[in-house]
């Protein structure tokens, strides 16, 4: 075995060595990073493949079919639960028939 093979590390000098070691970081990082992708992906196609399992699992909710109306009263009821009553009953005289539904 010659002298270069068996001190290669003292041959390179301090800049490749340091060139050397970054390099090795690097290649860590990115085998780290592309690990992480990896797992990353299986766990989204892992969430869609449950999500598109259970579509089917849920009832819709039964909206009632309500008669045509020319005009209706729409009005936001969020914590007005004192004033409500009244702003219904004067906004009856604006619905057509006057018909009220929850």
Known sequence: ???IARYALGYLGP???IV??????????I???????????????TAIVAYVAMRGAYET????????ASTVAL???YS?????????????IYVDNGNCYR
Do not use: H
Request: positive net charge.
């Open 31 to 45: 085998a780290i990073a592309l690990v992480a992708y990896s797992l990353a992906q299986s766990l989204l196609v």
């Open 20 to 29: 050397l070691a970054v390099s090795g970081v690097l290649f860590l990082i």
């Open 1 to 3: 075995m010659s002298n």
């Open 75 to 77: 009005r936001p009821a």
């Open 15 to 17: 800049l490749r060595l």
């Open 61 to 68: 909710s039964f909206i009632p079919l309500f008669p045509k």
């Open 80 to 92: 007005e639960q004192g004033r409500v009553a009244k702003v219904v009953k004067e906004a009856r």
